[in-house]
């Protein structure tokens, strides 16, 4: 079955060590006012592509190309994400992020037009990093009040996608970046989904293995929203369960659900997310609210998953000292941004 199922599944992402498109990089000398692009998104057509200096490559894939910009009149900074033509998802990209204005989604403020018809999105510009490149490079884990505080940032973003029918399909460390400021936010559309009324989307086995849940393995049964309504898969709950591997990971500062050391073998992957028990390291590291919370967002079952609704008032969250957990997070970005080598 696995080897059957490892050649429907050629375009699955299984470098588990692969950095992000996003972190911090400090301004040029030459320009001496810059401002992070945090302001409210403006009408397709007021930026030009020629309006903008590119200053360094903040990632590279086989999607695209992020760069580090500066508006040349105003120093402002931003992230430009170009998107090759052609590329699988570019037009659902663009269409999700036009629907989305969140404080916890990372802002697109215009999609601009280029000569090659490629798609080029002119983003926030998140001066932290992604969460993915904080825990690498011999870390370790994040203290429990910062993630409490990314859990509570994160599933606020998901809160908002699902009341818009907002599948993101690939939550992970590398798609949620922060600020300075402690801001959490979800990035990175490529293979979002919105569902449609009647509760169909596109097939389920795209995105990053290492963060799929086990019913997205599962290609045989009904995973577009046909059959009977019991038996239909929930698309929403599996973000919830990326966002428990997520903040598995970031707890025990690896990959959590393989040994460590382990070949992340497409099959391997299959078989600890769908058979596979909890770390017992959880068991001795972890509060009695953090192992709760992150069982209840890696049920196998789908439909006892919990959902963000119910996440959102979990006492891991609601029991969280706000400030306290701002700063331990601050504190994390502080200590551990520095410039990486990245992808998109």
């Not at 590329?87 to 204005?101: F, K």
């Not at 002119?122 to 910062?146: I, K, N, T, Y």
């Not at 606020?156 to 699902?162: K, M």
């Not at 050391?261 to 009695?288: H, N, R, V, Y």
Request: aromatic share 6%; hydrophobic share 40%.
């Amino acid at each position: 079955m696995a080897a059957a199922r490892e050649r429907r599944l050629p375009h699955l992402h299984l470098t588990l060590d692969a950095p992000t498109w996003a972190f911090r990089c400090p301004a040029p000398a030459s320009v001496t006012v810059a401002t992070l692009s945090t302001s409210a998104p403006r009408p397709d057509g007021e930026f030009r592509l020629i309006d903008f200096d590119r200053l360094s490559v903040l990632g590279r894939g086989n999607g695209g190309i992020v760069h580090k910009v500066s508006h040349r009149r105003t120093s402002a900074l931003y992230a430009l994400k170009i998107i090759h033509r052609g590329h699988p998802g570019a037009d659902e990209e663009v269409d999700v992020v036009r629907r989305v204005d969140s404080p916890h989604i990372v802002r697109c403020h215009s999609v601009l037009p280029t000569a090659s018809g490629d798609s080029a999105l002119l983003l926030e510009l998140m001066d932290g990093g992604s969460l993915d490149s904080l825990v690498r490079g011999g870390h370790g884990g994040f203290p429990e009040e910062a993630l409490a505080e990314v859990a509570a940032q994160a599933l606020s973003g998901l809160a908002y996608l699902r009341a818009r029918r907002v599948v993101h399909r690939d939550i992970k460390p590398a798609n949620l970046l922060v600020n300075s400021a402690g801001h959490v936010k979800i990035a990175d559309f490529g293979i979002a989904e919105v569902v449609s009324r009647a509760g169909k989307y596109r097939a389920a086995y795209e995105g990053t293995a290492a963060y799929m849940s086990p019913e997205r393995f599962d290609t045989e049964r009904s995973l577009h929203g046909d059959g009977d309504e019991q038996d239909r898969v929930d698309p929403y709950a599996a973000d919830v369960w990326g966002l428990g591997v997520t903040v598995l990971e970031l707890l025990v500062g690896r990959y959590p659900l393989l040994p460590a050391g382990q070949k992340p073998s497409w099959a391997a992957l299959m078989c600890a997310i769908c058979f596979g028990e909890l770390p017992t390291l959880l068991d001795s590291t972890a509060s009695p609210e953090l192992r709760g919370f992150v069982a209840a967002c890696l049920q196998k079952d789908h439909r006892k998953r919990a959902s963000v609704a119910e996440l959102l008032v979990h006492p891991f969250v609601t029991g969280r000292d706000v400030a306290a957990s701002r700063r331990a997070l601050c504190q994390v970005i502080e200590q551990r941004s520095m410039p990486i080598s990245t992808r998109v």
